[in-house]
């Protein structure tokens, strides 16, 4: 089907189904194009809250679906494709983290948003690349965490919080491929290109004193747009390159790796998108008996990163307030075994 009449279908579409469609920022450009906003993973879920659309259509992957299913109960929440996976999430099983907090019954477990609902049902807090200092800084300084899945992600944070954290082993396998040595030679070539890390990546131990700056998608986003520098390095999954561009085409962006592509984002095609519209395929829900346990974290996550934010459906408090240990949210979540 030509591109512009597949474009046209989909509006029409989203029309009929009071629907808003939500993309990461590594989804394909036809995707980003008929999106009603584009972000990362806790922009998506802020705008999945406040969103009064009755279908949630969310391109990215399926972790990020269960997050919205989960905040937005009241509201149907499909995806275009249900091998839209990740592997990085699969690499981390509930009973693992039931495990370590058996074996340390005063540490905390952190989860990368990057988890499926049922481990972050065994949780104490949840984090984005974009505010998992703040949420490391928000545990009290005795505690012991342990931070899953992402070795580098926690690595990164280690180095910055100073925090006594066990790390698992799990990996990105688009941000893994990033070589140090291509790095160099591009900065060689280069030498006036600003270089933006994502802290996923697996070359980040052996470089992250060479980036200029370590940041998250929307980080990078906000980053390129404000720079003076109109040239720029970009170790992160490729698809944001078209985003990047779209919104900078006086700036020029090259990519760290040609191989950063995450199989599983790009499952989803336009073509999958209308057909989701129309047959309202596919559903993402969550057992509730996980989902009240897993938005704890959540939960936490939001006041500790968006601590003036509006109440929205009656899931955050609209005042700010300081998160302590013991508090009646927290002690449940580190009640759950």
């Excluded at 481990?119 to 928000?138: F, L, P, R």
């Excluded at 020029?252 to 995450?262: D, G, K, Q």
């Amino acid at each position: 089907m030509e591109q512009t009449m597949l474009a046209e279908q989909v509006l029409e579409w989203k029309g009929r189904r009071n629907a808003v469609i939500l993309a990461h920022n590594y989804q394909e450009g036809r995707i980003q194009d008929v999106a009603d906003f584009t972000g990362d993973s806790l922009k998506l879920a802020q705008f999945a809250v406040r969103t009064d659309a009755e279908v949630i259509l969310f391109c990215g992957v399926h972790f990020m679906a269960e997050t919205a299913a989960m905040l937005c109960p009241d509201r149907k929440v499909i995806v275009p494709d249900l091998a839209a996976g990740c592997s990085l999430a699969d690499m981390i099983m509930p009973g693992q983290v039931r495990k370590w907090k058996q074996q340390h019954r005063d540490g905390v477990a952190v989860c990368y948003i990057n988890t499926a609902a049922a481990v972050k049902a065994e949780c104490d807090y949840c984090c984005t690349s974009a505010n998992g200092e703040q949420v490391i800084n928000a545990i009290p300084a005795d505690k012991e965490i342990l931070f899953v899945p992402d070795f580098y992600l926690g690595s990164y944070l280690k180095a910055k919080t100073g925090r006594n954290i066990e790390l698992w082993k799990g990996y990105c396998p688009a941000h893994a491929v990033i070589d140090p040595a291509h790095i160099e030679k591009l900065q060689e070539q280069h030498p006036d290109a600003e270089f933006l890390m994502h802290p996923e990546c697996g070359c980040l131990t052996k470089q992250m004193d060479l980036a200029d700056k370590i940041l998250s998608t929307d980080g990078m986003m906000k980053h390129v747009k404000e720079s003076g520098s109109k040239r720029f390095i970009i170790a992160t999954e490729n698809g944001i390159l078209y985003r990047m561009r779209k919104e900078n085409p006086d700036k020029i962006f090259l990519p760290a790796s040609e191989h950063a592509t995450c199989s599983h984002m790009q499952q989803n095609t336009l073509e999958k998108v209308l057909r989701s519209l129309i047959t309202l395929e596919y559903p993402v829900t969550v057992e509730p008996a996980i989902a009240r346990r897993a938005i704890l974290c959540i939960e936490r996550m939001m006041e500790i990163s968006q601590p003036k934010a509006e109440v929205v459906h009656g899931w955050l408090d609209p005042e700010p307030h300081p998160v302590r240990w013991g508090d009646p949210v927290l002690a449940a979540a580190n009640d759950l075994s």
